[in-house]
């Protein structure tokens, strides 16, 4: 069987920036980590695996016109853009229109906690997306072994899914259409993803591909699937 085209991004390979308050792994080229083989995946240029210390507060510059995912895995996140607060915890996804030279700002509310959440930076033309924010909720409990579609709009130019499985668990991920991109993160656990063995915090990026089969290897594994292009 013909291997479909595609790329690994390993996590042990990612950049890592680290400070008092914060601990950012960066799947592409991001700030000050810069590696020729991390440029951006078609629009998909940021990728930011960031942990918060308890009451700190972080920055994030926005260096392209853009659609921001942020995603709680542990805690939650405080986020204020443009004035505006966001909170938002685990089970739930913020999307944020952002524009070239924003800045935001990124809390954790727990005093006593670190919290992780995974960043997603998508470019797009700020002249075309009206919609500013939204805010999407899904739950995993209740929607085992089975990739869910958390985020599909015609106002987007992306959908996003997720799903926890057992060990040897399948689901195929249809494209919309085979001239998309697909990108999978795997928040924790393993897969194999078209024959690809994917561990927790690596990337995949495939392209050229009608769907995708993922087998979850363990128990408990989490994959995020991002289908972008449109």
Same mark, same amino acid.
């Given at each position: 069987?013909?291997r479909?085209?595609g790329?690994?991004?390993?996590?042990?390979?990612?950049?890592?920036?680290?400070?008092?308050?914060?601990?950012r792994?960066? =799947?592409f080229? $991001?700030?000050k980590?810069y590696? !020729?083989?991390r440029?951006? &995946?078609?629009?998909?240029?940021?990728? *930011?695996?960031?942990?918060i210390?308890?009451?700190?507060v972080?920055?994030?510059?926005?260096?392209?016109d853009?659609l921001?995912?942020?995603?709680?895995?542990t805690?939650?996140?405080?986020i204020?853009?443009?004035g505006?607060?966001?909170?938002?915890?685990t089970?739930q996804?913020?999307?944020l229109?952002?524009?070239k030279?924003?800045?935001?700002?990124?809390?954790?509310p727990?005093?006593?906690?670190v919290?992780n959440?995974?960043?997603?930076g998508?470019? =797009?033309?700020m $002249?075309?997306m009206?919609?500013s !924010?939204?805010?999407?909720? &899904?739950?995993?409990?209740?929607?085992? *072994?089975q990739l869910?579609?958390?985020?599909?709009s015609?106002?987007?130019?992306?959908?996003?899914?997720?799903?926890?499985f057992?060990?040897?668990e399948?689901?195929?991920?249809?494209?919309?259409?085979?001239?998309?991109?697909?990108y999978?993160?795997?928040?924790?656990?393993?897969?194999?993803?078209?024959?690809?063995l994917?561990?927790?915090?690596d990337?995949?990026a495939?392209w050229?591909?009608?769907?995708?089969?993922?087998?979850a290897?363990?128990?408990?594994?989490?994959?995020?699937?991002?289908?972008?292009?449109?």
């Open positions: 069987m013909e479909t085209p790329k690994i991004f390993l996590a042990d390979e990612r950049g890592l920036t680290e400070t008092s308050a914060l601990r792994y960066s =799947t080229n $991001f700030e980590y590696n !020729e083989y440029a951006p &995946f078609g629009n998909l240029f940021l990728c *930011n695996d960031e942990s210390v308890g009451g700190k972080t920055f994030f510059l926005c260096k392209e853009s921001q995912v942020f995603m709680p895995i805690g939650g996140i405080d204020v853009a443009n505006k607060e966001f909170a938002l915890e089970g996804v913020q999307v229109n952002t524009g030279g924003e800045v935001l700002e990124i809390s954790n727990y005093q006593n906690d919290i959440y995974i960043q997603f998508i470019k =797009t033309d $002249f075309l009206r919609a !924010e939204m805010l999407f909720g &899904f739950d995993f409990e209740k929607n085992q *072994n869910l579609e958390i985020i599909s015609p106002k987007l130019p992306f959908k996003l899914s997720a799903g926890i057992a060990d040897r399948e689901a195929v991920y249809k494209m919309q259409s085979p001239s998309h991109q697909f999978a993160f795997i928040i924790d656990g393993a897969f194999e993803i078209e024959g690809r994917m561990h927790a915090r990337g995949l495939l050229d591909i009608g769907q995708i089969k993922l087998e290897l363990s128990n408990n594994a989490i994959a995020v699937v991002l289908e972008f292009g449109f």
